[in-house]
């Protein structure tokens, strides 16, 4: 199984090394997101959302008041070319991990309220061959649930391009 993108950080890491990662099964639209746990700080309404400039690409919402700092918010769904949802009632706050002085937090739109998991390593099983989309890094199941590792690189990147 591919671990580069379980390796985001000194405490996933460390949770690698003990064989259990805590994570959140984040909802979107048709499919759940296995994000570390340390990679969302805080899941926030997103009805204050600022709608993103005209001409802006679909995926890119607009931005959020987090913090006292404006931060984007996207349509994971619309980065992997689906159609982006109409709702926006919950912005997961994901740390940056690519480039965190340009990109220190970003939304992201979840369909629902995220759940815990203790993940072990063992337990996950890598669907080699299952279809991934631009920003999605592998599909695995977890204790009989489908979810996606998102590629947080990619997201980043297109954020940033």
Not at 1 to 22: E, K, R, V
Not at 110 to 138: H, N, S, W, Y
Request: hydrophobic share 45%; with cysteine; charged share 20%.
């Amino acid at each position: 199984m591919a671990t580069t993108q379980l390796t985001l950080n000194q405490t996933t890491l460390l949770g690698a090394t003990t064989g259990t990662i805590a994570c959140l099964l984040t909802p979107v639209t048709g499919k759940q997101l296995l994000l570390p746990n340390v990679t969302v700080a805080e899941v926030v309404a997103g009805n204050e959302l600022v709608p993103a400039p005209e001409g802006s690409p679909e995926w890119k919402l607009g931005a959020l008041r987090w913090r006292d700092q404006m931060i984007p918010v996207v349509a994971f769904e619309g980065l992997n070319g689906q159609g982006v949802p109409r709702e926006c009632e919950r912005v997961a706050i994901v740390s940056g991990i690519s480039a965190q002085r340009d990109l220190p937090f970003y939304g992201i739109v979840v369909q629902g309220i995220p759940r815990l998991a203790k993940v072990k390593i063992a337990e996950l099983e890598d669907l080699e061959g299952a279809a991934t989309g631009p920003v999605e890094f592998l599909q695995v199941r977890y204790a009989g649930e489908l979810a996606v590792i998102p590629d947080l690189d990619a997201l980043e990147a297109h954020l940033l391009g």
